[in-house]
């Protein structure tokens, strides 16, 4: 079974803060994604990934940025953190035609 | 443009009754449709999915949801609801955008079981 492992499930940072969301898959899928997920809202997209060093634009990237140095994880960085930024924040992987498989989410507080 | 709409924000039915979330997407090729379920504090579970072949399609927890192409819609239903079943529904449907696949998600309808 896919695991997609979110190395926090709460987290609380101050505004200004670099903030780094990790996230870890164990079934060599190429494809990685970031949403935030605000009641009302549903799930957006922020940044995927393809590939390795490859990253596209969401459709809510604005305050975000990515990393993908290894296959198997992809960070999501808040670089200066603001408290719009409150949120859950989910990750996903996915292979080919498969859907998408998500972790558990970090519930993200900014003060 | 890529949409999903849940037209119900929140649903109460009892326990033992029947179920059917709506979901009404807007895509002008052949859709890839999916339902996911999210427990509070956890992440989304997909319920089934619809690529393509028998419009009728089964998934986990005994839900099914029918593809209806002439109304865009893959709405989801169960016939006896289990106390269980309290959660947030979403439905999806991945697309092609600049040659990348993505997925658009409904807003969600909350689900709350009575008993």
């Known amino acids: 079974d896919v695991k997609v492992t979110q190395s926090s499930r709460y987290l609380v940072k101050r505004t200004g803060e670099k903030v780094f969301l990790e996230c870890v898959q164990d079934m060599d899928h190429e494809n990685m994604f970031w949403y935030r997920q605000d009641p009302g809202l549903g799930l957006r997209l922020i940044y995927f990934?393809?590939?390795?060093?490859?990253?596209e634009k969401g459709d809510i990237p604005e305050g975000y940025s990515v990393s993908r140095e290894k296959k198997e994880r992809f960070s999501l960085i808040l670089e200066s953190a603001s408290t719009n930024q409150t949120s859950m924040y989910l990750c996903?992987?996915?292979?080919?035609?498969?859907?998408?498989?998500f972790g558990d989410g970090t519930r993200l507080s900014i003060l | 443009a890529q949409s999903v709409t849940q037209p119900d924000i929140h649903i109460t039915v009892s326990e033992g009754a029947s179920l059917e979330l709506r979901c009404n997407y807007s895509?002008?090729?052949?859709?890839?449709l999916f339902w996911y379920v999210q427990s509070p504090g956890q992440g989304l579970q997909l319920l089934l999915k619809y690529f393509s072949g028998d419009t009728l399609v089964q998934g986990i927890k005994g839900f099914e949801a029918e593809f209806k192409r002439s109304q865009s819609s893959f709405n989801l239903r169960k016939p006896s609801v289990h106390w269980s079943d309290a959660a947030e529904y979403f439905c999806a449907v991945r697309f092609y955008s600049g040659g990348y696949q993505k997925v658009t998600f409904g807003t969600g309808t909350k689900l709350q079981v009575i008993p």
């Open positions: 996903a992987s996915q292979t080919g035609n498969q859907p998408q498989h």
């Open positions: 990934s393809y590939d390795v060093k490859m990253k």
């Open positions: 895509y002008g090729a052949t859709p890839y």
